[in-house]
């Protein structure tokens, strides 16, 4: 299972950014999603996932109403756009994936990891 991240980089507080989570048609027919971060120093985070078939979305409470988790069948993509971005939202941030099609907010049930994107957002 292969994730690839894209579309981090540096934005000013009150800014927007959508990254980006390029998948196989498998992965993104089989699985549910989900982005994380995690910010230096810290542990990663849960920020939003999304179902497999895209009925159920999960969002954590420091970003509801500023986060939208989606997935586009072409081509085989989940989006996370971010707007409102504050300073404390930098981290990089993780596409995940899970065989629990319901999604989940919980670490341990992602088996599969991209490689990270890195937003900084500056005061």
């Known amino acids: 299972v292969q994730l690839v991240e894209s579309g981090g980089g540096l934005v000013q507080a009150g800014g927007s950014l959508r990254l980006s989570c390029a998948t196989s048609?498998?992965?993104?027919?089989?699985?549910?999603m989900a982005w994380f971060r995690q910010a230096p120093g810290k542990e990663r985070e849960f920020v939003a996932a999304i179902s497999r078939n895209s009925g159920r979305t999960l969002y954590a409470a420091s970003v509801k109403g500023r986060f939208t988790i989606s997935r586009d069948f072409a081509p085989y993509t989940v989006y996370l756009q971010m707007n409102s971005l504050k300073p404390e939202d930098t981290a990089i941030y993780y596409c995940?994936?899970?065989?629990?099609?319901?999604?989940?907010?919980?670490?341990?049930?992602?088996?599969?990891w991209g490689q990270g994107t890195l937003v900084t957002v500056s005061s």
């Open positions: 995940a994936s899970t065989n629990y099609a319901l999604g989940d907010t919980q670490l341990w049930r992602y088996d599969y």
């Open positions: 048609e498998r992965t993104f027919s089989s699985y549910a």
